[in-house]
């Protein structure tokens, strides 16, 4: 089982900064990686998918990267409605995988 | 508009049964790989079944291989999943989810359901 390790758990921002959230994978994805949106009460919400491609509907300021074991999430200037916890995914092997998730809280 | 709707949830004991369903709307339900995920209270997401969208491919993570089962109505458009020998562990919102693309191999999940709560206790 491929482990998906992310960092920091918790992130203290003001609106505005800019966000860098990573995601470490116990083995090579490939860039078989999605990143998710979580507010609380909601259904996850799909921002990237294939490490680097924005899903339908996602802000510009939502931005992915790495290939291989490395990965990340940058928000280049954090609005009101970010604020949430963010969850990475592998899906290039059986099982899939979640990360245990980046909190973006207000600071 | 594209949508699932999961339901039947609820509270039951330990080693208890019970069948959640997923309805699906507003694309065509027989062309993509579905998948359960699930999040247990105040924890991170965790997936627990797929299957492709003829149901050639199942797959189960090992917390709940040989007592969940997942399937599929394509003339439905709905999915299921049968839970037997349910745990406290088992404890969690489970959501529906579909794959972004109809295309194999692309298990990453554009559309979510609202998520049916499933209590396992005494």
């Known amino acids: 089982e491929i482990v998906m390790t992310q960092s920091p758990a918790t992130l203290s921002v003001s609106p505005g900064e800019r966000v860098t959230l990573s995601c470490r994978a116990s083995q090579s994805v490939s860039s078989i990686l999605a990143w998710y949106q979580q507010k609380p009460g909601q259904a996850p919400r799909l921002l990237i998918y294939?490490?680097?491609t924005r899903a339908t509907g996602i802000p510009a300021r939502f931005s992915g990267s790495g290939s291989g074991t490395e990965f990340t999430l940058t928000i280049s200037s954090l609005q009101s409605e970010d604020f949430a916890v963010y969850y990475c995914q592998q899906y290039n092997n059986w099982p899939l995988t979640f990360g245990g998730g980046t909190k973006v809280e207000i600071k | 508009e594209v949508q699932l709707v999961e339901s039947g949830g609820g509270l039951v004991k330990p080693g208890g049964s019970l069948r959640l369903s997923c309805a699906a709307s507003?694309?065509?339900?027989?062309?993509?790989?579905m998948t359960w995920v699930r999040q247990a209270p105040g924890k991170g997401l965790e997936w627990v079944s797929s299957?492709?969208?003829?149901?050639?491919?199942?797959f189960y993570a090992d917390s709940v291989k040989g007592r969940f089962t997942i399937s599929r109505d394509n003339a439905k458009n709905s999915l299921y999943v049968q839970m037997n020998s349910l745990r406290a562990e088992d404890t969690a919102v489970y959501y529906c989810?579909?794959?972004?693309?109809?295309?194999?191999?692309?298990?990453?999940?554009?559309?979510w359901g609202q998520g049916t709560v499933v209590t396992v206790s005494s």
């Open positions: 299957i492709s969208s003829k149901s050639i491919y199942i």
């Open positions: 989810a579909r794959d972004y693309s109809s295309s194999w191999g692309n298990q990453a999940f554009d559309i």
């Open positions: 507003g694309f065509t339900f027989s062309s993509y790989t």
């Open positions: 294939g490490a680097s």
